[in-house]
């Protein structure tokens, strides 16, 4: 069965870069794109961007741009996201999440907390 | 970028009644080619990822329950719950997968009244 699991929660002071992966089992990797949204404490859905783990290219919100990564490890079928310049409004759930195309979004990691605190 | 606005913000069913939630998008989701809306119904319980409930904004994924029902085309759309259970106290959002960057609505809460 499609499994998307993703590292464990981060604590990070101001100003520092946090790597979140997620590891992809169940199916073929580069196959499908993988897409990052986050989820602040209490409020709604953010998209982030999306990689396609064949070629990695990537696509970002305009919101990330310059100080988002997504990168991928076909070897290990694991995708990484990886934020810098942390402020304390970065501090949210992270997602890794399939994309079935002209679907949608049909898998999601489990979710990652990262806090970004002084 | 294409704006996704739901309403309500959240709403109180009584146990076996019927919920609706809307969703607009600023610009038509109607992919011309396959004539199919790029339109997604998501259901997130707390401290849950979402699931996908509806895509193509009719089609209910698979294993999820027939009381859930997506329609509308273009730029206007429903998810109904005919008959709301329990385990439906979530919070639902839509979101268009047209075009980047992904848009998600703000979210509906659905309660118990």
């Known amino acids: 069965q499609v499994q998307l699991v993703q590292s464990g929660a981060e604590v990070k002071k101001p100003g520092a870069s946090v790597k979140v992966s997620c590891k992809a089992s169940?199916?073929?990797?580069?196959?499908?794109?993988m897409h990052w949204v986050r989820q602040a404490p209490g409020q709604g859905l953010e998209w982030m961007g999306r990689?396609?783990?064949?070629?990695?290219?990537?696509t970002y919100a305009q919101k990330f741009q310059g100080r988002v990564t997504m990168t991928r490890d076909t070897s290990i079928s694991t995708a990484y996201m990886e934020l810098s310049r942390l402020r304390s409004d970065d501090t949210a759930v992270y997602y890794c999440?399939?994309?079935?195309?002209?679907?949608?979004?049909?898998?999601w990691g489990q979710g990652t907390l990262v806090t970004v605190s002084s | 970028d294409i704006v996704m606005t739901q309403s309500p913000d959240s709403l109180a069913v009584s146990l076996g009644e019927r919920a609706t939630i809307n969703c607009k998008s600023s610009?038509?989701?109607?992919?011309?080619?396959?004539?199919?809306?790029?339109l997604a119904w998501y259901q997130q319980n707390p401290g849950q990822p979402p699931k996908l409930l509806i895509y193509?904004?009719?089609t209910r994924e698979s294993g999820v329950p027939d009381r859930f029902s997506g329609s509308g085309s273009g730029t206007d759309f429903t998810l109904t719950i005919s008959s709301l259970q329990a385990e439906d106290v979530a919070v639902y959002y839509c979101?268009?997968?047209?075009?980047?960057?992904?848009?998600f609505g703000q979210g509906t809460k659905v309660e118990i009244k």
């Open positions: 999440a399939r994309e079935v195309r002209g679907v949608g979004l049909d898998h």
């Open positions: 169940g199916y073929t990797f580069t196959d499908y794109y």
């Open positions: 990689i396609n783990p064949n070629s990695g290219a990537t």
């Open positions: 610009q038509s989701v109607l992919y011309s080619s396959s004539k199919k809306n790029y």
């Open positions: 193509w904004a009719s």
């Open positions: 979101q268009q997968y047209y075009s980047t960057p992904r848009t």
